[in-house]
């Protein structure tokens, strides 16, 4: 439990601290792509990274799409304003999948690679985040998870990913993929770390409707369930390591259940129904003239003007604006979008039930980190499979952080605790205590004093 | 016949919708803009509460029922004046339903009322589209009425009481409104979208009224589709035919909490329609006329109900019908003056009107009719043989007329009825 925030705070900076900081950072970003752009005139301040998707005033924003090339919002997201006004610097934007859609960091122009190993993904859609806090040694990261855009790629690279409560974390700023499921949170390189980040960005925001002003608890559980459902499906390598995992907890006196949660398997067409659907409205507003991306040639009629706009897009995101159009379509409505809603209400109740008496623990991903090129072999599908673990926290607005537990093959791995609704920081509780049980390695200590 | 409504009205709100950008006219383009109402990527809408709460008290004074709690969706479509490609408005929980129109002799159902937000403006210049977002987020209500109008005389009975009844709550009826109508003559409905301001409204029905009567003079029936008015023309065209239905793939706004109306205070309400009805049964005169006089005009009803118990009904709604005839604003210091003067039956012309105005009323208020028939009486008698004379020639009384007609500043014709009038009373 170190929190390198107080430790930044109380030593001496050499004189030129951040261009070199800058300089060494750029020089590993060369192999990595973690970050889309720096902030060359930063001088001052605890480093924090924003991911693409996160408006900076004047900085170009892109959700590392082409459609918003050259896109520099008027205005800062709240999350950034409260950041800078606790003395944090900005430090640059970073990588991710295309406007979240992704769960490895592959779906963009420049894929992220794992900073423990370059031909291994890095995790996503949350990319750069977790690169750059796996790298630089004093550094948050301020990231968005719609489905688990925080918890992958945190667990891949060995580092803490916290996302909270649904409307906890003002989304003014946030360039949209499904404003229902969309979430700002943060990485560190400790939960102490991210404690602090919660406690400075947290409260209500006029301008994002559905902030929330409540007061966040941190009630601790000693119970923590295993949804036997999600076990089913882990490689063998991750059901052996987690298994020791919690004999490691039983051993710091926690207690582990198992429960049934049948309805789980639902989650995965729930989630990509509503966030497709959502996400095929959001991206609508793409049409080429006003921001980003331009089309210059006006004697086009305004169909074949978007249209041409919208050659932009990637893969991915073309086909969740086909997949989300379709399921809001007025003839199926009812059988995707609408049903797709019902899903998430109940299994939002019955998660509730669960969470009243325990944590829930699972490994963050089913999978010990993949190759780059073997993700990129996968089906639509078959990677939508891979979101299991961190889709029903998601869906259901609940707190949860990821943290490495273990190594396999050098390669870190992590665990996910969910908690209850506004209990974010028992969450955070449970990982600090957790850390020290078990020390992190990080590879790299860029900027290190 | 069936026509339907769908009614576009901004409301009188100084700020937009979702942000808080003027509503105020403007003439520099693109002036009253932000992110939220141009829709840039990482802004959302914040609820106008004040749009909410004039929308609650027009879908009360329309006799809708009002929903406690509202929400929004997504209309999507692809349209150069749209910022986001969708439109923010409601559906299924939308401020007002299931409310009328009371016209005269019958009611013309509501179906809905909902709040939207307005798009950008399209300005075509020298062969560019060119957009003005200054007018993207003006809240708007779109009233959504039942196809129960059935001719062209209710068709304008239902926009005047619709008028009337949103100018008494506050709302700019002199705007220009856009209306979409269907119109069925047969079985299927004919939609005429878009059609700005109230005369193309009814140029579009009577247009379409005679062009589906012929086709079915001619023993075809009106086909189902879309149509636009043509203004210059004053006729309607076929739209581009679709393919398929619209599809507008509604979802719910996930930007906007669901938001509760219910400690919203809505406007007084005064609903003219009402308070003519009201009036008319009161005093036994009639609702048209009554209606006609305040529709427009809040001060007219303010000067009925502040000489209601002093002056007959009769004799203030005569003066207001005077003050209507010669353009004089409502709120007038000079009404008493002229209940006065209609009361004693006098008859007030333009040089009368001038010189109450002038302040020059006492003279005036002296001498009502019975008085100036005093003085001609008065006149007379001082000549014995004089009405002897005059039933031979008319023109020995000149002198009387004369003098009637300068001393209490009536026309000469007038104060020669007023003679004539005496002297066969004599
Ligand atoms: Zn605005």
Redesign the pocket.
């Known amino acids: 439990m170190k929190s390198y925030i107080a430790e930044f705070d109380t030593k001496e900076k050499p004189k030129d601290y951040y261009n070199k900081l800058l300089e060494n950072l750029k020089e590993k970003n060369r192999e990595l792509n973690a970050f889309n752009n720096f902030n060359d005139s930063l001088h001052g301040g605890f480093p924090f990274s924003v991911k693409d998707n996160i408006c900076v005033k004047g900085v170009e924003s892109t959700a590392s799409s082409k459609i918003l090339k050259t896109y520099k919002p008027p205005f800062n997201a709240t999350v950034v304003e409260r950041l800078q006004k606790n003395n944090f610097g900005f430090l640059g934007k970073t990588n991710m999948d295309e406007f979240g859609f992704g769960s490895f960091g592959i779906n963009c122009e420049a894929p992220a690679h794992n900073p423990f190993n370059s031909d291994y993904v890095a995790g996503g859609s949350s990319s750069g985040a977790a690169i750059a806090t796996a790298i630089l040694k004093y550094h948050v990261a301020v990231a968005e998870s719609t489905g688990g855009s925080i918890s992958s790629p945190a667990a891949f690279c060995g580092v803490v990913g916290f996302t909270p409560t649904y409307g906890v974390v003002s989304r003014n700023g946030l360039i949209d993929y499904a404003n229902s499921l969309d979430k700002i949170g943060f990485m560190a390189r400790s939960a102490i770390d991210v404690r602090k980040v919660l406690n400075m960005s947290t409260g209500r925001d006029t301008k994002d409707t559905t902030s929330l002003d409540v007061r966040l608890t941190d009630e601790p559980k000693i119970q923590f369930s295993v949804i036997n459902q999600l076990m089913n499906g882990l490689d063998g390598k991750i059901r052996s390591a987690f298994d020791k995992f919690l004999e490691k907890l039983k051993g710091m006196d926690y207690k582990v259940n198992y429960v049934d949660l049948k309805e789980i398997e639902a989650a995965i067409p729930a989630y990509y129904v509503i966030s497709a659907a959502e996400a095929s409205t959001n991206l609508a507003r793409y049409t080429g003239f006003k921001y980003g991306f331009k089309v210059n040639d006006f004697s086009k009629k305004y169909n074949d003007f978007f249209t041409e706009a919208r050659k932009q897009f990637g893969a991915e995101a073309k086909r969740r604006i086909i997949l989300g159009t379709f399921v809001r379509s007025a003839s199926v409505k009812n059988r995707y979008y609408i049903r797709a809603l019902k899903v998430r209400a109940m299994l939002n109740e019955k998660m509730r039930r669960i969470l009243r008496e325990s944590f829930i623990v699972s490994p963050t991903m089913p999978i010990t980190t993949p190759k780059i090129a073997d993700i990129e072999k996968l089906s639509p599908v078959q990677n939508y499979a891979l979101d299991i673990l961190t889709i029903p926290p998601n869906l259901c607005g609940l707190p949860h952080i990821s943290f490495p537990y273990d190594y396999i093959g050098g390669m870190p791995i992590g665990a996910q605790v969910i908690g209850e609704h506004f209990n974010d920081y028992a969450v955070i509780s449970f990982v600090e205590n957790w850390e020290r049980k078990f020390k992190y390695k990080f590879r790299y200590n860029i900027g290190a004093l | 016949m069936k026509i339907g409504l769908e009614v576009h009205v901004a409301l009188p709100t100084k700020t937009?919708l979702?942000?808080?950008?003027s509503t105020a006219e403007t003439k520099e383009p693109n002036s009253?803009?932000?992110?939220?109402?141009?829709g840039f990527p990482g802004s959302r809408p914040v609820l106008n509460k004040e749009a909410v709460r004039v929308a609650k008290s027009i879908a009360i004074a329309l006799n809708c029922s009002v929903k406690d709690k509202i929400s929004f969706i997504r209309k999507v479509y692809f349209y150069p004046d749209l910022p986001k490609s969708f439109q923010i408005t409601q559906l299924s929980e939308s401020i007002g339903s299931e409310g009328s129109i009371e016209l005269e002799k019958k009611k013309i159902r509501i179906r809905r009322i909902q709040i939207e937000e307005d798009p950008a403006q399209i300005i075509r210049e020298g062969g560019y589209t060119l957009l003005d977002?200054n007018r993207?987020?003006t809240p708007l209500v779109e009233i959504v009425t039942e196809p129960d109008i059935t001719t062209e005389e209710e068709l304008r009975e239902t926009v005047f009481t619709l008028r009337t009844i949103l100018h008494y709550q506050g709302v700019d009826v002199n705007q220009e409104i856009k209306t979409d109508l269907n119109i069925s003559l047969a079985e299927d409905r004919v939609e005429i979208k878009n059609v700005t301001g109230i005369k193309n409204l009814i140029a579009a029905a009577q247009y379409e009224i005679a062009r589906q009567g012929a086709i079915i003079e001619k023993g075809g029936v009106p086909e189902k589709e879309t149509r636009s008015f043509d203004a210059a023309s004053g006729t309607t065209k076929a739209s581009r035919k679709k393919e398929s239905e619209e599809e507008y793939g509604f979802i719910y706004e996930p930007d906007l909490t669901v938001y509760d109306t219910k400690n919203l205070a809505e406007n007084a309400m005064r609903i003219p329609t009402k308070i003519a009805r009201d009036l008319a049964v009161k005093h036994n005169a009639n609702y048209k006329t009554i209606l006609e006089l305040i529709a427009f005009d809040t001060g007219a009803l303010n000067l009925i109900s502040t000489f209601e118990d002093e002056f007959s009904f009769n004799t203030i709604i005569a003066s207001l019908e005077i003050m209507k005839r010669f353009g004089e604003p409502s709120n007038s210091n000079v009404f008493k003056e002229i209940l006065n003067l209609t009361d004693q039956k006098i008859d007030i012309t333009r040089e009368v009107l001038k010189k109450i105005k002038s302040g020059d009323k006492v003279e005036i208020k002296k001498f009502s009719e019975s008085q100036i028939d005093e003085t001609i009486r008065k006149m007379l008698n001082s000549d014995a043989t004089i009405v002897e004379k005059y039933k031979k020639n008319k023109n020995v009384v000149n002198f009387i007329i004369g003098t009637i007609s300068k001393k209490y500043g009536i026309q000469p014709r007038e104060a020669a009825v007023r003679v004539e009038s005496v002297i066969n009373k004599l």
């Open positions: 937009k979702f942000c808080s950008d009253q803009i932000c992110p939220i109402c141009v977002f993207s987020g």
